[in-house]
């Protein structure tokens, strides 16, 4: 009897590991929870193994659903904004845009580097909307902070003591139209005649 029920065991065992592989991490251990506690269950009568085929089958689908919704939800809600995330406002949006306008032209181009993480992702992508919305083209560039990094939104320049003729223009639009920034570090892009770009670094707070 026993040498069955280790085989039924075993065989449950290799079932919740293929169905482990396909989780995502944080399921494993719901599916560990679930062998251990004999909701795959095993009954002795009369010397033999019973297996309820039927509840067993329930089982594997309703398993294998619950992570599809679980997991799938959570990869999901890494995607969508949060509270927290840094958003331009209705009235930041009509500044912004009304002031580029009126500088057109001295800004065919602009560099926007944000950091590799959803929240700024989505936070450069607010601002590429406007550039682009009036012509401006965008170059999108990602990076990953090394020790110490600037917070905020900034102006990266190569020389942060003599920034240029545009760059200053760039800084002085954005905090005019309630968007404040600063120098920062940074300007080094592989554009010709481009020695500025908008930084989009951690959020400060």
């Known amino acids: 009897m026993f040498d069955i029920l280790l085989q039924h065991i075993q065989k449950d065992r290799d079932v919740m590991l293929e169905l482990a592989k396909r989780a995502p991490a944080g399921a494993v251990a719901c599916l560990v929870a679930a062998l251990a506690s004999g909701i795959l269950f095993t009954s002795a009568w009369d010397g033999r193994v019973i297996r309820g085929k039927d509840a067993d089958i329930e089982m594997k689908e309703s398993t294998i659903q619950w992570l599809q919704t679980h997991g799938a939800s959570k990869t999901d809600d890494a995607d969508k904004p949060q509270e927290t995330d840094r958003r331009l406002d209705r009235q930041q949006r009509i500044n912004l845009t009304q002031l580029l306008v009126a500088h057109h032209g001295d800004f065919p181009v602009i560099c926007i580097f944000s950091m590799q993480t959803d929240e ?86």
């Open 120 to 205: 700024a992702r989505r936070y450069a992508g607010e601002f590429r909307e406007i550039f682009e919305s009036i012509g401006i083209k965008v170059v999108s560039r990602e990076f990953v902070p090394m020790g110490e990094t600037d917070v905020g939104l900034m102006i990266g320049v190569p020389n942060m003591q003599k920034p240029s003729n545009p760059a200053k223009e760039l800084f002085d639009i954005f905090n005019k139209a309630s968007l404040p920034v600063h120098f920062t570090s940074g300007g080094t892009t592989d554009l010709p005649n481009l020695d500025y770009d908008l930084f989009i670094g951690p959020k400060p707070w």
